[in-house]
């Protein structure tokens, strides 16, 4: 039985910090059936071969958003990658390139943890609402206007296709600004301006140069380059017009 | 053992196909510029009179420029060709007759308003002639 195996060869970029002063690529032979997701060979090379190996994982099933890695050098979630769409190998895995590297597969988060922060990702009502009041009405319409942004997952994948991050990692980058978007399109909210002060920075929306690869790579069918595009427009309106509202007479 | 490793960028445009692309975007920049160059110089001849005007056309003329001119003719298409597929990452949701409008509507407006300014701009020049 175990000659009829089949096995592909999984390269994973090493990174021990206190044995190693930078990363190095390291062979695995995994065995493997169709319905195989590169996390799942990561975990028989973690169970099975080397139990050294570190890497983020929690629901397998797309939703928690911790797996993210390059695959072939492209940002996807291991666990809905199949390595049946990757023979016959080697597949190369390495931690999601812009950030750095923890451990292994593990990168560090902090800094796009704190951009999040940053955002007040949550609604900021407009008016103080009592209970007797009843609940917001949203129309089909005004729930289209943010929806798809709340599909965001925090995977990060889209921090790993854009260069602007890489090159300068205080952008607070096509996620957070997705989510920005995403709280500033509800029509109950009522935080824009609390916002802009994120977003109309040079670590805002003024650090994207539309590259765009960030919509491709987003596992949720998000669009980050429409959200952080759109609000150049709104950034731009939002200095202009200062000069003929004068400070503090807006409510 | 805290000592997160950073990767360097050097050659990142290198890494993608679609980074390739991007780059290429950017590069044909420099052909719009230059063609806002060579009209700029035309301007400045025509103000210095007839002979230098007439100068400028005939370099116009030379094979060499007729070269360049096709050059930049042809990265100033592909200039507007990835600007038009990625205006509509730049918009936000327009609705027409309660339809949300597509991002390849967006993107055939674009060239369809191009076409008709080229059109307009060529029937003027050859209508003053």
């Known amino acids: 039985m175990a000659e009829s195996l089949k096995t592909i060869d999984v390269e994973v970029l090493r990174y021990r910090p206190e044995q190693e002063s930078e990363p190095v690529w390291q062979r695995y032979t995994v065995p493997y059936t169709d319905d195989m997701s590169v996390l799942q060979a ?15 994982w929690s629901c397998r099933m797309a939703i928690c958003g911790s797996c993210g890695m390059m695959v072939n050098g492209k940002p996807h979630l291991s666990c809905q990658t199949f390595l049946r769409d990757l023979l016959p190998g080697p597949v190369r895995i390495e931690a999601l390139t812009h950030f750095p590297i923890e451990r292994d597969l593990v990168v560090s988060v902090d800094g796009f943890v704190k951009k999040l922060e940053s955002i007040q990702p949550y609604i900021i009502p407009k008016e103080p609402r009592t209970l007797a009041q009843g609940e917001y009405r ?17 995977c990060m994948l889209c921090y790993s296709a854009c260069p602007q991050f890489g090159l300068d990692p205080s952008f607070t980058g096509p996620g957070v600004l997705a989510l920005l978007h995403r709280y500033n399109a509800d029509s109950r909210d009522g935080g824009q301006a609390q916002r802009m002060e994120v977003l109309g920075s040079t670590e805002g929306v003024w650090n994207c140069t539309a590259v765009g690869y960030c919509s491709e790579v987003c596992p949720k069918g998000v669009d980050p380059a429409n959200a952080v595009n759109q609000n150049k427009v709104n950034s731009a309106k939002d200095y202009f017009l200062r000069f003929l509202s004068p400070r503090g007479s807006k409510s | 053992m805290n000592r997160p490793y950073v990767r360097p960028m050097a050659g990142w445009w290198k890494r993608d196909p679609f980074f390739m692309r991007y780059m290429a975007r950017e590069l044909t920049a ?46 100033m298409a592909v200039h507007a060709k990835s600007w038009f597929e990625i205006m509509p990452k730049t918009m936000p949701m327009i609705h027409v007759g309660g ?20 059109l307009v701009l060529i029937a003027l020049v050859w209508g003053w002639r």
């Open chain 1, 138 to 154: 949203q129309s089909p319409a005004q729930l289209e206007q943010f929806e798809q942004f709340s599909g965001c997952i925090n």
């Open chain 1, 42 to 56: 990561l975990q028989q090379i973690k169970d099975d071969q080397d139990g050294s190996l570190s890497f983020r």
């Open chain 2, 30 to 75: 420099f052909a719009v510029g230059a063609y806002a160059v060579i009209l700029c110089v035309g301007v400045l001849r025509l103000a210095q009179g007839e002979a230098a005007w007439n100068g400028w056309l005939a370099a116009l003329r030379s094979p060499l420029s007729i070269v360049l001119h096709a050059v930049l003719l042809f990265a």
């Open chain 2, 99 to 118: 339809r949300r409008l597509g991002a390849q509507t967006i993107t055939r407006a674009g060239w369809a308003a191009t076409l008709i300014a080229s």
